[in-house]
């Protein structure tokens, strides 16, 4: 079985702008395409047409994580999705009802994990936050691990006739665009 186009498509022209985008230091604009990235397939994934939380969650419980050597849960992408896309920040409801820890990014390249938790344990006091309640994540990493996850899931349709059907027919649902003339 192959990859359907209109999947293949959607999934290497986020991969390419996200490229794009940490090449000439767009970070937060990076950051933001990989969770819209994961939204849409999840989207692509669900069952559902009004897809919600759960589905993020679950596409991040089986193509994301596994592998993914952090204290980071599913949950706690999500709400890191919400606190970027919505307001910007790394705060979200999730956060402030106790159930999501914060996620703060480390950009530029790949450093040791105990350097990048000590620079940005020592800011949190000011920000009136404990270690407890953060998640630090070293963007490399991240869209490093995004890759792999898109990897599982183009993997995934490949292997999967009744995937591959949903995906195509969910893909090609997707917002189209067509050239001038």
């Not at 989207?43 to 897809?51: E, L, M, P, R, T």
């Not at 589905?55 to 592998?67: N, Q």
């Not at 869209?143 to 995937?163: G, K």
Request: aromatic share 8%; with cysteine.
């Amino acid at each position: 079985m192959s990859l359907p186009n209109a999947v293949w498509s959607t999934i290497t022209s986020d991969m390419h702008a996200v490229t794009a985008l940490l090449h000439n230091g767009c970070t937060t604009h990076a950051l933001s395409l990989v969770f819209i990235s994961i939204d849409k397939m999840a989207w692509i994934s669900s069952a559902k047409v009004d897809h919600d939380r759960n589905d993020f969650i679950a596409w991040v419980e089986k193509y994301f994580l596994p592998g993914y050597p952090t204290q980071l849960d599913a949950l706690d992408l999500y709400a890191a999705r919400c606190g970027l896309l919505h307001t910007g920040s790394a705060e979200s409801k999730l956060y402030r009802d106790g159930k999501a820890k914060q996620i703060f990014y480390s950009t530029g390249p790949r450093r040791s994990d105990a350097e990048v938790k000590a620079e940005i344990h020592a800011k949190l006091p000011k920000l009136g936050l404990k270690p407890d309640e953060v998640v630090v994540l070293q963007c490399i990493d991240l869209t490093n691990q995004w890759n792999t996850a898109m990897e599982r899931f183009t993997h995934a349709i490949e292997a999967d006739a009744a995937l591959q059907a949903h995906a195509k027919q969910r893909a090609d649902l997707q917002l189209a665009m067509f050239p001038a003339g």
